[in-house]
Each structure stands twice: as C-alpha cells, then as structure tokens.
C-alpha cells in the first residue's frame, strides 16, 4: 500500500525567523498523522528548518536544484550541497518554473536524475494550462510532460520520485479540480506509468494532487483511491491549516 504524504511548498515565502516559527509550530500538530509529511522551504531556510525540525517526523525539501554537482552556474544550487545539508526532498518542474523560469521537460528529465542520485526524493510536478484544458489536450500533455521527464529511467529510479498531479490553472486561484476530475486524471497518469515503466512501478508510486487544496476540500480529495497525498501551497504557510490538511479525515 502507498504511505499517503502531504507536502508544504512555501515558495518564495517565509524570512528564517518567521520560518523558524512555522516549522516549530507544526510538530506537536502533526505528530499522530498517519500520513507523512514535509515542508519545501527556501534555500536559505533550509539549514535553519532542518535544525528546528530534526529528530521530528517532519521532512525538509528544497524547491530546485541543478542537474550539475558544481560548475560555473551562476545563481543555482546542486544536489550535492543539498545532500551535504541532509535535505530529503526536492520540488522539480513546478509549473511556476516552467511558466517563469524556462523548465523543459528535458531539463526536469536532468534535475530529477540529478536529485535521486544524491539520495533526493524528488517531487515532480506535472500539469496542464487552462487553455490546454479548455482545448481537450490535458491527456497529451501530460502524456508528453511524464515520456520527456522520465525518459532512460529505471523502475528502481521510481522508488525515489513522487509525480505531483498540478493542474496550473487550479495553483493559487482558489479554483481546485473537482475530486473526481483530479481523481480520474491521476489514475491517467498512473496508467501511462504502467505503459512505459511497468505494473509494479504504477502501483507502488506516490501520485499527489496540488492546486488550492485547502482545509476545506482535503478531506474529499483524500478519499480518492488514485490521490496519495497532496502538495500545498498557500495552505501551507499557516501551522494551523497545513496541520489539519495533514491530519485529513
Ligand atoms: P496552492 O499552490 O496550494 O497555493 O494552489 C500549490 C503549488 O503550487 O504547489
């Protein structure tokens, strides 16, 4: 069976005292969930987070990392120095990079493999624009997001990756899928794994869905059989909401 697990995103929020506070805010919150939990925090609260939460039940993950263990990239950080930090998790191709940053699925296909070699788990964020939607396109999106993005994996790879099911239209709009929409789109994506890695990765990956989950719907996205877990933007920067998003019923 797949350990359901809820991830904060706190993007480009949270100054080390403010964070400092959250994280130490969260662990008698969190601490009898039954699924496991993590926050991804800025790269210069990761050190800081990482002391506030260590011995906790709480996982530390940054939002990027390089596909390079050093070299002359100016402005990024690898997975080395963040396995050097003992960071657990890493957002990659959040559909803000994609947007902003000019991620390509080549480039997730690179920063993934990077990140699982130095022992990473990697959350790699997948979805489609409104108008993709609108047009009938999401399967062929998506379809092309997870072939190029996993391209020459191994199924021993996907023991280290969790797919974050995020339709962009859904992040930060208040607009969540509806939990039988995101609950028949994650099954797509779970199939298309099946197709190209095998039944045994298919079952055993964790597939989350991410975009305006909140204290509110959590409850009903979690009951969906496909939806193992969530990954949670807004919702993520208040101890309080985060806690009863981990702690669904
Ligand atoms: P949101 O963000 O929960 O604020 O919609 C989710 C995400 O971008 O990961």
Redesign the pocket.
């Known amino acids: 069976m797949r350990k359901p697990i809820i991830i904060g995103?706190w993007?480009m929020n949270k100054l080390q005292q403010d964070a400092k506070e959250l994280a130490k805010e969260l662990i008698p919150l969190v601490q009898g969930s039954l699924a496991d939990c993590a926050v991804c925090v800025p790269y210069t609260d990761l050190i800081c987070v990482k002391e506030v939460l260590a011995n906790t039940k709480i996982g530390v993950g940054a939002q990027n990392a390089h596909w390079a263990d050093n070299g002359a990239f100016t402005g990024e950080v690898s997975p080395a120095m963040l396995e050097e930090i003992g960071i657990s998790y890493c957002?990659i191709g959040?559909?803000?990079r994609r947007q902003y940053f000019g991620e390509t699925d080549k480039t997730v296909n690179m920063r993934t493999a990077a990140v699982i070699k130095h022992n990473i788990t990697a959350i790699v964020?997948v979805g489609e624009l409104l108008e993709e939607r609108e047009e009938g396109k999401t399967e062929n999106v998506l379809r092309k997001q997870i072939t190029e993005g996993f391209k020459n994996f191994s199924e021993d790879d996907f023991k280290k990756i969790i797919i974050?099911y995020?339709p962009v239209w859904?992040?930060?709009?208040?607009k969540t899928a509806t939990a039988e929409d995101a609950n028949a789109t994650i099954l797509f994506i779970r199939n298309t794994i099946k197709e190209l890695f095998g039944e045994n990765v298919s079952q055993n990956l964790r597939i989350l869905y991410?975009?305006?989950?909140?204290t509110k719907n959590v409850d009903e996205l979690m009951s969906m059989p496909e939806i193992d877990g969530?990954?949670?933007?807004?919702?993520?920067l208040k101890a309080a909401d985060f806690a009863r998003i981990v702690n669904y019923r």
Do not use: D, F, R, W
Request: hydrophobic share 30%; aromatic share 0%; charged share 10%.
């Open positions: 995103n993007k957002v959040h559909s803000e964020c974050a995020e859904a992040i930060g709009t208040g991410g975009g305006s989950m909140n969530g990954l949670i933007g807004g919702a993520s």
